[in-house]
């Protein structure tokens, strides 16, 4: 397993942006893809988009897309989440998590929380209207 630490949520008005990061430690993680999910109150944890450590594929939800990007670097081992346009209902929990399974394809399993065996606490995002 890997280490995770999220960092830089907050509170933020609507329309304005934000990044997110997961600071990496731990045995090497080249074979790691890795997420971000987020859980709104009362609501299921849902996936936000991933990103392979080794070739930087990158995976988005539908709703994420043109407005959030995620990317990775390599040298601070870290995994950023930008997130522009936010919307109040974009307010969460966000967490980053680190999955190795794939399928026999090889493809990682990236919206799949089971598959995900290292995870971070969690940073607040509140976006207010």
């Given at each position: 397993?890997?280490?995770l630490v999220e960092s830089g949520g907050g509170l933020v008005q609507a329309g304005g942006s934000l990044r997110l990061s997961c600071a990496v430690s731990g045995r090497s993680f080249s074979d790691y893809a890795m997420g971000w999910f987020r859980q709104a109150p009362g609501k299921e944890r849902?996936?936000?988009a991933t990103i392979r450590w080794s070739?930087?594929?990158t995976y988005y939800?539908?709703?994420m897309k043109g407005r959030f990007t995620i990317s990775r670097d390599n040298a601070k081992n870290t995994v950023y989440l930008q997130m522009n346009s936010l919307k109040p209902e974009d307010s969460a929990v966000y967490y980053c998590a680190a999955t190795r399974i794939r399928s026999g394809s090889g493809n990682y399993y990236v919206?799949?929380?089971l598959k995900?065996?290292?995870w971070g606490q969690g940073t607040q995002v509140?976006?207010?209207s």
């Open positions: 397993q890997v280490q849902k996936s936000v070739g930087g594929s939800a539908d709703s919206t799949d929380q995900y065996d290292s509140t976006v207010s």
